[in-house]
């Protein structure tokens, strides 16, 4: 067990760039979710995949928002055309089944500028 | 709507206090699940404790202990003997069961412990 992965740690992009996630799961979970965290604040939820099918997608995600999680293994978010609303933390977690306790990631900070 | 308030947004207490962490919830359904969860400033969230809606009895870990009440929707949150390394953001989180699929979990804006030596 080595824990949820995720890269990059850090990402500074301009305005109206592309970026793209990684996140790589606990082998054995088949749960994996995407949060967003501001300063201050906690984690929101923005998607959540059960293997390969993506089954909830918050309000919160516009359509600049895509997740994938190809084969149920490692899973990418990207955001189009980011805004600087976009700067976050970006957190992903796994989990064995739905209600128990996610193992989190250690996130990817997002700044837009 | 499901909602969690964690109305200390920040709490100081020296080493060795005791200190109390409050959370109160909101949920319309009868079965649902409380967490919380410990984010260090390394930033990675780490899981503490899961308590589901039906089990009130109060859980004891180490210095660490929890107080479900229904009765006032609070899932409060004990530190015995505080140390140093207990310094983080504490967040309390709610899930609803529902009638299946998955339900989300709603966090609440944490509340930031600091243990001075």
């Known amino acids: 067990d080595t824990g949820v992965s995720q890269n990059p740690r850090h990402k500074i992009t301009k305005r109206g760039q592309n970026v793209t996630f990684r996140c790589d799961p606990i082998s054995e979970h088949n749960r994996l979710y995407w949060y967003r965290q501001t300063l201050g604040q906690g984690p929101e939820f923005l998607t959540y995949?059960?293997?390969?099918?993506?089954?909830?997608k918050s309000r919160l995600l516009s359509d600049r928002f895509s997740a994938e999680r190809p084969k149920g293994s490692f899973s990418t978010l990207e955001i189009q055309r980011t805004e600087q609303g976009d700067s976050a933390m970006y957190l992903c977690?796994?989990?064995?089944?739905?209600?128990?306790?996610?193992?989190f990631g250690s996130g990817t900070r997002l700044t837009v500028v | 709507a499901q909602k969690v308030t964690q109305a200390q947004t920040e709490i100081s207490v020296v080493e060795k206090e005791d200190v109390t962490l409050d959370c109160v919830y909101e949920t319309r359904d009868t079965t649902y699940y409380l967490f919380w969860y410990k984010q260090p400033p390394s930033g990675e969230l780490v899981f503490l404790i899961r308590r589901n809606s039906f089990d009130e009895q109060n859980e004891i870990s180490g210095r660490y202990s929890w107080n479900f009440q229904k009765s006032t929707s609070s899932f409060n949150f004990t530190i015995t003997a505080s140390q140093v390394v207990d310094s983080a953001v504490y967040f309390c989180a709610l899930s609803e069961a529902g009638s299946g699929g998955y339900q989300k979990v709603t966090f609440g804006i944490g509340t930031k412990l600091q243990v001075i030596p």
């Open positions: 995949f059960q293997n390969e099918a993506q089954l909830e």
């Open positions: 977690a796994s989990s064995r089944t739905d209600n128990y306790g996610y193992t």
